[in-house]
């Protein structure tokens, strides 16, 4: 099993800029990919942005295309989502999860909480 644990969260300022690191320790070989998922308040969760362990390839959602980069360290195997330009509409806990190959997303992080004020 992965276990994953996110940090970096925080409360921003619209405009400004937070990182968010994931960790992942564990059965590491396993895992295929990482993504990260936010869930804002009365919302259902969303796909923000993910990459492979092997290769970085990465797919982003519309709405952070340009603000959002997702990058990671296979030495550390940590995975970081940089995120600039930040919005109101960017504010929920945000959620990594990592998934084997030709699966979904089934082993998930606990949440970071980001908050951005207008």
């Known amino acids: 099993q992965v276990q994953l644990v996110e940090s970096g969260g925080g409360l921003v300022q619209a405009g400004g800029s937070l990182r968010l690191s994931c960790a992942a320790s564990?059965?590491?070989?396993?895992?295929?990919?990482l993504g990260w998922f936010r869930q804002a308040p009365g919302k259902e969760r969303e796909f923000v942005a993910a990459?492979?362990?092997?290769?970085?390839?990465?797919d982003y959602a519309d709405s952070v295309k340009g603000r959002f980069s997702i990058s990671r360290d296979n030495v550390k195997k940590t995975v970081y989502l940089q995120m600039n330009s930040l919005k109101p509409e960017d504010t929920a806990v945000y959620y990594c999860?990592?998934?084997?190959?030709?699966?979904?997303?089934?082993?998930w992080g606990q949440g970071t909480q980001v908050t951005v004020s207008s």
């Open positions: 999860a990592s998934r084997e190959i030709g699966r979904q997303y089934d082993v």
């Open positions: 564990g059965r590491t070989f396993s895992s295929y990919a």
């Open positions: 990459i492979k362990w092997s290769g970085g390839g990465t």
